[in-house]
């Protein structure tokens, strides 16, 4: 039986952002799965539909055939915006949790309820080869709920810097160089409906072991839209990198 990586995606595989081209810059290919969802309720009643025995990801993954005789080595839980729902039921159900390897939050978490996220958080900030990542990407958007920005800084803020591994941002992230500028980002909504980007929009970011944050500046339509079109595919890149070693990281089983 074949042993495979595995990456489920909730609302950000799309347009420019191209996963299974990413997925195949992988020294192993890993397995892609998009969840059915297209809003943060219609994500919230996907993961409900799977919920057994306090899980979701088991029942999940069975009902994948791209998973038929194929043994899970890790899992990463990719999101965007409005996915940020189908995570935070994962994590929220007991036996999911301590099984996930990495958690990729772009621009979402919006609940007040962020106990789920501060465990996982939790065991993120251990740090060290073995132990879960959790890296979360935000704008400073102010929706008309509690913005990505504050979750964020939240999660952040429960955590220890004592006792722990510190991982190594890469410079691609921290000092990343925009190519071929200026980037335009297109949005109907906005007026103007182009925004141009000149250089990368990170702000500032903090990491605590394995849990890192990243704030990027801007809170119009397209800096939303920059943060899932051009700076997702770094995280991929970091993912692939840590991904390397088979041996690393948290193990499904």
């Known amino acids: 039986m074949a042993e495979r990586d595995v990456i489920i995606a909730a609302?950000?595989?799309?347009?420019k952002m191209n996963c299974?081209?990413?997925?195949?810059?992988?020294?192993?290919?890993p397995i892609i799965i998009n969840v059915p969802g297209g809003s943060s309720s219609g994500f919230k009643k996907t993961a409900q539909a799977f919920r057994a025995k306090n899980s979701i990801l088991n029942q999940f993954l069975l009902s994948r055939k791209e998973l038929k005789n194929v043994k899970i080595r890790r899992v990463c839980l990719l999101?965007?915006?409005?996915?940020?729902?189908?995570?935070?039921?994962?994590?929220?159900a007991k036996?999911?949790?301590?099984?996930?390897?990495?958690?990729?939050?772009?621009?979402?978490?919006?609940t007040p309820n962020l106990k789920a996220w501060n465990?996982?958080?939790?065991?993120?900030?251990?740090?060290?080869?073995?132990?879960?990542?959790?890296?979360?990407?935000?704008?400073q958007i102010k929706p008309p709920f509690i913005s990505a920005k504050t979750t964020n800084s939240k999660i952040m803020?429960?955590?220890?810097?004592?006792?722990?591994?510190g991982m190594t941002i890469p410079e691609y992230i921290w000092k990343a160089e925009l190519e071929n500028?200026?980037?335009?980002?297109?949005?109907?909504?906005?007026?103007?409906?182009?925004?141009?980007y000149h250089k990368d929009p990170l702000l500032?970011?903090?990491?605590?072991?394995?849990?890192?944050?990243?704030e990027y500046e801007g809170g119009r339509a397209q800096d939303h839209i920059f943060n899932a079109q051009y700076t997702q595919p770094r995280f991929w890149r970091w993912l692939r990198e840590v991904w390397t070693d088979p041996e690393h990281g948290v193990h499904w089983e």
């Open 95 to 110: 036996k999911d949790l301590e099984r996930i390897d990495t958690v990729i939050v772009m621009d979402g978490i919006h």
């Open 20 to 29: 299974k081209a990413e997925s195949k810059k992988f020294k192993e290919i």
């Open 204 to 214: 500032t970011f903090e990491h605590i072991g394995n849990a890192a944050r990243f």
């Open 119 to 139: 465990a996982f958080a939790g065991l993120a900030s251990i740090g060290g080869l073995n132990a879960p990542k959790l890296w979360m990407a935000h704008t």
């Open 79 to 92: 999101s965007f915006s409005a996915g940020w729902a189908w995570s935070t039921e994962v994590l929220r």
């Open 11 to 15: 609302f950000a595989c799309g347009g």
């Open 157 to 165: 803020g429960t955590l220890y810097s004592e006792n722990t591994t």
């Open 181 to 196: 500028t200026p980037i335009s980002v297109y949005s109907k909504i906005e007026s103007p409906k182009n925004k141009l």
